[in-house]
């Protein structure tokens, strides 16, 4: 073999090994952050993971672009919260994308919030006055609980694509569960000495991290899920925040920051940085327990101070 053709072998072993290594793997594709996060714990040099919104992305309202229907079209697994959390958005991806496995109801479909009781549930939808939370509250991954059950249904759809990995699948989820249970012990004794505390947020995101920590995050800055804050809105606010002297505002990378800083302003209430998404704040890592780890120490900081 003369020099140049073994050259041209070895470019074309190069370029050939990885695409191959990659072909192996389940491509998975996560409607957001905080599952993309824990499909890569479950599924690690196994998977393939894409994760359509960013982080600093306001989940209801993703731009939907040509390209999230490739990625759609040749994905072997699909996870989203369901709960009408994307219902703006994916559903005409998922026609367009034409992927008999991701079909609704396949068990390459995941819907996390499937076997929850939501919080929330209104008994008669209310979307006529514009409130996108019209199956209940879908931000049920605020619960590091419901993670694990998330983490549950993301493993059996990985053995349902890929059985011959299944063991690996279980030890993955056993790791991450024994993880977030050992830190699940830290997170309750950190938020302990502030049981009972009432929280303002911008956005109805944040009810199911109150109830599992004992606080109460139910007076928020927009007058119903979805709707922009008006004046007369947030002036009401402002005289409860006053009146109960409630200390700290949660406000999440893509919400109107200078909406809150009036509010905080006019209080004294402290504003803290809250994501409901890895990447959507600079903290320790990546993943879903770094997240929450960031969450709990942000919060019990702004509660000493206030
Ligand atoms: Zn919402």
Known sequence: MNQSILKICLLICVFCLPAMAADNKLRVVAT?????????????NMVEVTVLAKPVEDVHFVSPKPSYITKLARADVLIEGGAELEIGWLPPLLDGARNPKLTYGQPCHVACSEGLALLEVPSV????????????????????????????LICDAFIQADGKNADAYRNQLNSFT??????????????????????VAYHNSWPYF??????????????KPGIPPTPAHLSKVISTVKVEKIGVIVVEPYQNRKTAKVVADKT??????????PGGVAC??????????????TLAEALKKN
């Open 32 to 44: 957001t952050p905080d599952f993309g996060a824990i499909a890569r714990e479950i599924g690690s």
């Open 125 to 152: 939808a209310d979307r006529a006055q514009g409130d996108i939370h019209g199956k209940g509250n879908p931000h049920f991954m605020t619960d590091p609980l419901n993670a694990v059950h998330t983490a549950k």
């Open 178 to 199: 024994n993880r977030l249970n050992e830190k699940m012990v830290l997170w309750q004794k950190q938020l302990e000495p502030f049981k009972g505390r009432r929280i």
């Open 210 to 223: 109150a109830a599992r920590f004992g606080l109460k995050m139910d007076i928020f800055l927009e007058p």
């Open 268 to 277: 004294g209430a402290v504003i803290a940085d809250f994501t409901q998404y």
């Open 284 to 297: 320790s890592g990546d993943g879903y327990i770094e997240l929450l780890d960031y969450l709990v120490n």
